[in-house]
């Protein structure tokens, strides 16, 4: 079975700041892993996708993720917050499913706020 | 814009109706699937639709349905609708590449 895990249902940070997102996963087989971002009213936009390449991964927006096996997390990250990166963020797990679908997990999601 | 389309985009209903949500995929996308997402919540998986067959279920009771067409569109049917139905429904579509594109999502209220 698979799961994921959000850790934080709100992270706050002052614009200019850095963003961390943390993701922890359970699952069966190896991975797939993804952040999509929901603004206010919007459907789900994909940041990023880990699929066993590098561990590193990078997204729009300067958004990264670290595939850490040894931890199974996928936490999420930016340098320096806009007041555009207030958002829901949601952390998935996929992997393959019989007769080769791919069934995603959302983590619950983190409401990442930006204070001016 | 070839991105996923869903409509309506909001809807009211009472308890005990039925009703009908529709999606248009993204262009060269053969792969649908539906979410439901209840306020404060991640999306929950509902189906997956791939050549007109329902190909995965999620925990979810047989009140809801679906159907995929030919020109792979899709509709999710509710039926006997409970005020707990109230929700965004989410429709996406993939490919081979597991990447799902997601519509803005139909708003569904039960009174």
């Known amino acids: 079975a698979q799961s994921v895990t959000q850790l934080d249902s709100h992270v706050s940070v002052s614009e200019g700041t850095p963003v961390l997102l943390r993701c922890n996963y359970s699952s069966s087989y190896s991975p797939s892993l993804f952040w999509y971002v929901q603004h206010p009213n919007k459907g789900l936009q994909l940041l990023l996708k880990?699929?066993?390449?590098?561990?590193l991964v990078k997204g729009i927006n300067g958004f990264e993720a670290e595939f850490k096996k040894s931890e199974t997390s996928f936490h999420l990250t930016k340098p320096s917050a806009h007041m555009s990166d207030a958002a829901e963020y949601f952390c998935?797990?996929?992997?393959?499913?019989?007769?080769?679908?791919?069934?995603?997990?959302f983590g619950r999601g983190t409401s990442l706020i930006v204070h001016p | 814009d070839a991105g996923v389309t869903q409509s309506p985009t909001h809807l009211i209903k009472t308890r005990g109706q039925q009703v009908t949500l529709r999606c248009s995929p993204k262009s060269g996308h053969d792969t649908v699937s539906w979410y439901q997402q209840a306020l404060g919540q991640g999306p929950q998986f509902i189906f997956q639709?791939?050549?007109?067959?329902?190909?995965q279920r999620g925990n979810f009771p047989d009140r809801f349905s679906g159907h995929q067409f030919p020109n792979y569109s899709s509709e999710l049917n509710v039926n006997a609708l409970l005020l707990g139905d109230s929700a965004l429904y989410l429709c996406?579509?993939?490919?081979?590449?597991?990447?799902?594109?997601f519509g803005a999502g139909s708003r569904l209220t039960v009174l």
């Open positions: 996406a579509s993939s490919s081979l590449a597991n990447v799902l594109t």
């Open positions: 880990y699929t066993s390449a590098a561990t």
């Open positions: 639709y791939y050549e007109e067959e329902e190909r």
């Open positions: 998935v797990v996929s992997w393959g499913a019989s007769g080769g679908s791919y069934i995603p997990t």
